[in-house]
């Protein structure tokens, strides 16, 4: 049984067989915050579908990946096989940088996201207390916007023209009115 799990824990990508390496913490925690957040918005509207880590996710292209968060909406759950995988097009993807999937997430793992039609793709990055957000649109991504969490040291350190165009929410583009503060995504405490 053991085997048969370890011999899934792969994404295959333009028909090359990678393996998904352990989480660490902060991974951990950053996912789960958000998930928590659009998880509980999913289910208060009954409007879709909220799925972390180890969910593998069949593209239309061939390519299999197992993204970090991926959201359904409520009108596409015909992907959604219960008892196995999605199977199509999510409409929004997570995936949080590590060192070694950082080149394929925002590389080609992007432009498959891209191909595929996924709405928006969003990449954190743990380290610098980070969102980017892509949305797609005309069939190509555009980054809509990189968003920031500052400690106060970093906030002091900023000119007034920066601090005049900090974002503290990100608006969830596949919800009509999902705000999520970038400081709720990285508290890590209690």
Request: proline content about 3%; charged content about 35%; some cysteine.
């Amino acid at each position: 049984m053991l085997n048969e799990a370890l011999k899934r824990d792969y994404e295959i990508i333009e028909g090359e067989k990678f393996m998904s390496p352990a989480a660490n913490l902060f991974h951990n925690r950053t996912l789960f915050r958000l998930g928590m957040i659009l998880g509980q918005y999913a289910i208060e509207k009954k409007c879709g579908y909220v799925f972390t880590d180890s969910i593998d996710v069949h593209l239309p292209d061939g390519n299999l990946f197992k993204p970090d968060l991926t959201v359904v909406k409520s009108e596409n759950a015909k992907i959604i096989n219960w008892k196995g995988a999605i199977r199509g097009v999510p409409d929004m993807v997570v995936e949080v940088l590590s060192k070694s999937t950082k080149r394929n997430d925002e590389g080609i793992k992007k432009k498959i996201y891209e191909l595929n039609g996924v709405k928006e793709y969003w990449i954190i990055d743990t380290w610098a207390k980070s969102v980017k957000v892509y949305l797609l649109r005309d069939g190509k991504f555009e980054l809509d916007d990189e968003y920031f969490k500052y400690d106060e040291d970093e906030w002091s350190l900023l000119d007034n023209e920066e601090k005049a165009a900090f974002k503290p929410e990100i608006k969830v583009s596949i919800f009509d009115d999902l705000f999520i503060k970038v400081e709720d995504i990285f508290s890590w405490g209690i």
